[in-house]
Nanobody, 131 residues
Framework: QVDLVESGGGSVQAGGSMRLSCRDSSNIGRYIPRSDCMGWFRQSPGKEREGIARINTNGETWYADSVKGRFTISRDNVDNHLYLQLDNLSPEDTAIYYC?????????????????????WGLGTQVTVSS
């Protein structure tokens, strides 16, 4: 079962930009509308998955140091989409990017809960950055 669906990945040269999208797999909005905390994660070859950005329903955000100032997370609570704008990309950003939703209410703990606590995930979209 696929909970969320990512799109927008592909290949780009270093310094380029890309925008990733994440939508509910269900047409009736089974997961995203119920989630007060959502995030983007990535996994590079040979590395563990890392959390890179989170956002709550108030629009407050958190970023990993590795992407701060270059990536921007946003969510549209009307059409139930999560987005990640990737700017000034480098080859080190090459990875599979995943979105996730908590499916509940974490309130101010959105930025503190472990990555593994997110209950709903997508299958990922590949981002490849060439030098």
């Amino acid at each position: 079962q696929v909970d969320l669906v990512e799109s927008g990945g592909g290949s780009v040269q270093a310094g380029g930009s890309m925008r990733l999208s994440c939508r509910d797999s269900s047409n009736i909005g089974r997961y995203i509308p119920r989630s007060d905390c959502m995030g983007w994660f990535r996994q590079s070859p040979g590395k563990e998955r890392e959390g890179i950005a989170r956002i709550n329903t108030n629009g407050e955000t958190w970023y990993a140091d590795s992407v701060k100032g270059r990536f921007t997370i946003s969510r549209d609570n009307v059409d139930n989409h999560l987005y990640l704008q990737l700017d000034n990309l480098s080859p080190e950003d090459t990875a599979i990017y995943y979105c996730a939703a908590n499916g509940g209410t974490w309130f101010h703990f959105c930025f503190r809960r472990p990555d593994t606590d997110f209950g709903y995930w997508g299958l990922g979209t590949q981002v490849t950055v060439s030098s």
